[in-house]
């Protein structure tokens, strides 16, 4: 479907964007992530990530209501893909391996099936 492949290249370059903005200003991204308290409002890490999430929330909320999901979910996924992709780039930024493409694609591949494969009344299955 034309659909899918253009939110998965739109995933594909975020993540891309996100990891080559790490790689190429690693010194800035380390003063923006160390100098950025959680509950901070402005001008931070923190603040950068929630106007990211809000634009994600704004794309997943459309392809919601076209798959017939709860669009009220939108701001809980696109607050998990843009921290999963955020604090992966913190770890990426110590290791640097592997490389920036792989890292990216394997993020996409968790992000990707995942989503794909949702479920639309999810419950835990708990072991006991």
Do not use: C
Request: net charge negative.
């Amino acid at each position: 479907m034309v659909v899918d492949r253009e939110m998965r290249s739109l995933l594909e370059q975020a993540a891309l964007a996100l990891l080559g903005y790490i790689q190429d200003s690693s010194d800035g991204f380390r003063i923006l992530v160390r100098d950025s308290p959680v509950a901070s409002e402005g001008g931070t890490f923190s603040s950068l990530l929630g106007e990211i999430a809000r634009r994600v929330e704004h794309i997943l909320g459309r392809e919601f209501a076209a798959r017939d999901y709860d669009t009220e979910l939108a701001a809980l996924f696109s607050q998990s893909l843009v921290g999963m992709v955020a604090l992966t780039g913190q770890w990426w930024l110590e290791v640097r391996s592997p490389g920036k493409d792989e890292v990216a694609a394997h993020l996409v591949n968790l992000a990707w099936n995942g989503l794909s494969h949702l479920e639309h009344e999810p419950l835990l299955r708990r072991v006991r």
